[in-house]
Nanobody, 123 residues
Framework: VQLQASGGGLVQTGGSLRLSCAAS????????MAWFRQAPGKEREFVAG????????YYADSVKGRFTISRDNARDTVYLQMNSLKPEDTAVYYC?????????????????WGQGTLVTVSS
């Protein structure tokens, strides 16, 4: 599967952005999907994950209550709605996919990755 992330940009503290990740080349609904991010000088970290059907989601504590992951299997796209953005949310955001059956999304070694989209939150 090929993944193409988009939607990043510059936003002020407290603002919102919606990231999209379009998949192609394989049956999208067979993949668990996730978003990760990597801030300058830091390791990549898990942000959110979603099950194949979209019925189950998992969030990092740092974004819980502010970010929402969703997917549209008819459009082969996963989204990350980001509200109440903070400067510490500044990072390159990556979407990822895997066919793992594990319910613990942060622990999956995702096989497929998008190219990343930059989110910058100004203070």
């Amino acid at each position: 599967v090929q993944l193409q992330a988009s939607g990043g940009g510059l936003v002020q503290t407290g603002g919102s952005l919606r990231l999209s990740c379009a998949a192609s080349g394989s049956t999208f609904s067979t993949y668990v999907m996730a978003w990760f991010r990597q801030a300058p000088g830091k390791e990549r970290e898990f942000v959110a994950g979603i099950s194949r059907s979209g019925g189950s989601t998992y969030y990092a504590d740092s974004v819980k209550g502010r970010f929402t992951i969703s997917r549209d299997n008819a459009r082969d796209t996963v989204y990350l709605q980001m509200n109440s953005l903070k400067p510490e949310d500044t990072a390159v955001y990556y979407c990822a996919a895997d066919m793992s059956g594990s319910p613990y999304y942060p622990g999956i070694e995702y096989k497929y990755w998008g190219q990343g989209t930059l989110v910058t939150v100004s203070s």
